[in-house]
């Protein structure tokens, strides 16, 4: 079966930033990986 690609955006410039990773990881992590295929999307802190 082919899987789902499914986007994950996390960081940014936000004080939250650390934060935003943090989620980002449990989610990654609560994904049935059978399924789906995270795609990680990060923003560093000077907006990139």
């Not at 789902?4 to 930033?17: P, T, Y």
Request: glycine share 10%; net charge neutral; no cysteine.
């Amino acid at each position: 079966m082919k899987k789902i690609r499914v986007g994950i955006l996390f960081g940014g410039k936000s004080s939250e930033h650390e934060v935003s990773i943090a989620s980002a990881n449990s989610v990654v992590d609560a994904l049935d990986k059978e399924k789906y295929e995270a795609v990680l999307i990060g923003i560093d802190r000077q907006g990139h």
